[in-house]
């Protein structure tokens, strides 16, 4: 069956160290978002991509990036890691722009 | 953003039908209305989308108002299993997703 996992599925690092999230999905969906959720706060959209080579930030996308050389994957780095940072990311998949997601179950990252 | 708004949280009696209502007053003709929900520790569930006429499918039905400013998620009977956080979200056209803060929807035995 198609899925998309996500991994690592918690992390923890330290303040000022790189940290790459990875997602995949065997879909092969053109659309690719990374979210991250905060406690009292629903999904805020990071990243998102519409295809390989494309990438755009979304509503909280300081201190991320992302980059889209395969339909699969679509990792998001952090390039100096901050408390601030730390939260539950989810990555999801759509075939097309305003179908449904489908969601990854999530990594846990916590920045000391 | 496009905005909607729903309660904070809602209860229902296990195998009783659930309404989770949702106000979405800046709609426009061709924004499409979403609901998704999230179990504990679990990633966001795709549940049911409409644009203007009720919808029905294995999980749920969608009721929107005549105006579209409006619309009602209807959980048939409720399970312990449908106990999780619901998002009403607005699609418009050439934007993304944004997800609010939802319905926490309880099920009582």
């Known amino acids: 069956d198609a899925e998309i996992t996500q991994s690592p599925r918690h992390k923890i690092t330290e303040t000022g160290r790189q940290v790459t999230l990875a997602c995949h999905q065997t879909w092969n969906h053109n659309n690719m978002f990374w979210y991250r959720q905060d406690l009292g706060h629903g999904l805020r959209l990071i990243h998102y991509s519409y295809g390989v080579q494309d990438t755009n930030k979304g509503e909280v996308s300081d201190g991320y990036s992302v980059s889209r050389s395969n339909t699969e994957d679509l990792p998001l780095t952090l390039e100096s890691a901050a408390s601030s940072q730390t939260s539950v990311y989810f990555c999801?998949?759509?075939?097309?722009?305003?179908?449904?997601?489908?969601f990854g179950p999530g990594t846990r990252l916590t920045v000391t | 953003d496009a905005k909607t708004t729903q309660p904070n949280s809602m209860e229902s009696n296990e195998e009783e039908p659930v309404h989770l209502p949702c106000n979405h007053s800046?709609?426009?003709?061709?924004?499409?209305i979403h609901w998704y929900r999230q179990l504990p520790s679990q990633g966001p569930e795709y549940v049911i989308h409409g644009l203007t006429s009720n919808v029905n499918n294995r999980m749920a039905s969608l009721a929107i108002a005549e105006d579209r400013k409006s619309s009602t998620l209807i959980l048939h009977r409720a399970t312990l299993r449908d106990a999780a956080v619901y998002y009403c979200i607005l699609f418009i056209t050439g934007n993304q997703f944004y997800f609010g803060t939802g319905t926490s929807l309880t099920v009582i035995p």
């Open positions: 800046t709609i426009s003709g061709t924004d499409y």
């Open positions: 999801a998949s759509s075939p097309q722009t305003g179908y449904e997601q489908y």
